[in-house]
């Protein structure tokens, strides 16, 4: 079931990646926090020693009408008065959120451009010191130069991957409801068809080394075919796959 709430606190974690909100995203997420952390589940008590035999009935009224919005009632018998206001105002805000992390997600990527340029670039450069096979036995045989380069490539990958899941992540928002979180094209653009083929092959590949697998074995594919590293919205994803399927189709049909 699609999660307003859940995808609103995780646009909430976008300023992790090291980027700053557009000011109307952070506004919304701020106000969603701020609901997020109200405290519903707080027990009603009143003192005895404050009752009076002359203000009890007072006392009576003001106990219940603090006490009403604790109950379990009305139309969710699972949540007080108190808990499906929180929930309601919680849904709209994330709603609010949602609709503003869509219009951000090109400034994100703007935002994100220059740091993953760097990182692809020093990603491709230590994959190009590597052995052709890349597992533990290689690496040892081929020396500290191997090793150190492998460190770097496997430290480049666990950031690249974090964009590429932030991509992921995008779906759940309405300008991308719907689309393929396109594993092989997130933070990836293939000139051709060719590359592509290639892209998802290492993709669906079994048994990858454990060695190479901490390198992503589609990065590592694309550091060794030349293909681009680049940031991708969902759609973008769906219109490179589109136009290589295309372009594919009619090579095919005029052969």
């Known amino acids: 079931m699609y999660d307003t709430i859940s995808t609103a606190h995780t646009v909430s974690n976008w300023s992790s990646l090291g ?144 964009v590429s899941s932030w991509v992921a992540g995008t779906r759940n928002l309405p300008g991308f409801a719907g689309l393929d979180v396109e594993v092989a094209l997130r933070i990836l653009r293939p000139a051709d068809a060719l590359q592509l083929a290639k892209l998802d092959a290492a993709q669906y590949k079994n048994n990858v080394d454990s060695t190479l697998h901490s390198l992503n074995p589609m990065f590592y594919t694309a550091a060794r075919e030349g293909i681009e590293f680049g940031i991708n919205t969902l759609r973008e994803c769906a219109e490179i796959r589109q136009s290589s399927e295309e372009v594919n189709s009619r090579v095919t049909i005029v052969h």
């Open 19 to 162: 980027v700053k909100l557009p000011k109307e995203l952070s506004t919304a997420v701020d106000v969603f926090e701020a609901i997020r952390w109200v405290e519903t589940g707080h027990t009603v008590e009143f003192d005895l020693a404050d009752i009076t035999a002359a203000n009890a009935e007072e006392k009576l009224i003001d106990f219940a009408n603090r006490l009403v919005p604790a109950l379990k009632t009305g139309d969710h018998l699972s949540r007080t008065p108190l808990d499906e206001a929180k929930h309601r105002m919680l849904d709209e805000a994330a709603r609010e959120v949602l609709g503003k992390a869509t219009e951000a997600v090109p400034v994100v990527i703007e935002q994100l451009t220059p740091e993953f340029e760097k990182r692809a670039a020093a990603y491709i450069a230590a994959v190009g010191e590597l052995p052709d096979k890349v597992d533990s036995d290689s690496l040892v045989k081929a020396g500290p130069a191997a090793v150190t380069a492998y460190a770097t490539a496997q430290t480049e990958a666990a950031w690249l991957n974090q």
